[in-house]
């Protein structure tokens, strides 16, 4: 297993931010019978969900007005930011990098290190374990890190198995280089054989896309789509995480002597409800110690764990210090989990767009 401890750096506030159109799972079609549609709602927990639909907002849109705010409200310079990391598989463009783009519109230093990672549900942890190992040796005094996606509009709105669970959101951390600082502590895994289990076929270089990737196909009731929207393979993720996950975190702990029991909050990738309570049940956590955001905002990929910590431990983490495990996992496959401490932690309220 890969583990990772690194010092010197601490997570200073973190911000949010959703589209304004919301869509309700409580009168959608698509989910069939009003009996179906208690069913759903029942083992996923998934009400509402923010939406870009038509509007043409991105991902980095939505990361940017977050990174405004959390600046403006952390009394940030500027010119000290050395480093931005940029987390999503809903990019402005294939080339180039949305870094570089975000590095620009928000005004930060032609000197800013800026880097794009394309991951899903565990870019949060991988994120930040990135910029934390950039930022430790003080090289790198101020870093933002920027993770979002617009994955709505890589599902088909025909596809009962996959449009109803996600919504759409950016978020930004701010991380400072501390010498003596505790920092965080992760595990980190990847299961490439498990890649065709959350994909998109065709776009890329392997598939490129032809007449064909636009046709739409009926792969069972309910659920039509064409090769340029994802598949997922709901039974086979759902073991993936309610197996991966929980080791994961029991891994970390024992790797650095964490008592679980004294952690203050899970923070877990929002997938569903049953899942995540599967994972909340295997690590023997108390349910008032997992928060989730899901009835409201659905499965936001890489932005569920920091758009959780923000809707619902935000007035918990203003005062006082708090210890706090995220845990992220799906497209890949990967996962991630990483422990770390707050004090007196900025949460921006929710944004919108």
Known sequence: MAFLDIKNIVLKGIAACVPTQVEDNSTLPLLGSPADIDKFIENTSIIKRHVVGDSGICASDLCLVAAERLIKDLNWNKEEIDCLIFVTQTPDYQLPSTAC??????????????????????????????????????QFK?????VGDTATLTKSPFDKSTYPLFGDAGTAAAIEFEEGAVGIKAQVGTDGGGYDKIIIEDGGYRNPFSADSLQMKEKEPGVLRNKLQTQMNGVDVFIFGIT????????????????????DYFVLH???????????KKIKASPE?????????????????????????????????????????????????????????????????
């Open 270 to 280: 929002q997938a569903n409800k049953m899942m995540t309570e599967k994972i909340r």
């Open 289 to 353: 110690k997992v928060p989730y955001s899901m009835s409201e905002y659905g499965n936001t990929s890489s932005a569920s764990i920091p758009l959780t910590i923000v809707t619902q431990l935000r007035d918990q983490l203003a005062h006082g210090k708090h210890t706090l495990i995220g845990c992220g996992f799906g497209v890949g496959l990967s996962w991630g989990s990483v422990y770390f401490e707050t004090e007196n932690f900025y949460c921006s309220p929710v944004l919108y767009l």
């Open 101 to 138: 783009i975000l590095q620009h519109r928000l005004n930060l230093s032609t000197g800013c290190f800026a880097l794009q990672v394309s991951l899903g549900c565990s870019g949060w942890v991988y994120g930040l374990t990135t910029i934390a190992s950039l930022m430790t040796n003080g």
């Open 244 to 263: 991966h996950a929980p080791k994961s975190i029991q891994a970390l702990a024992q790797k650095f002597h964490i008592d679980l029991q004294e952690v």
């Open 142 to 146: 101020k870093g933002l890190l920027l």
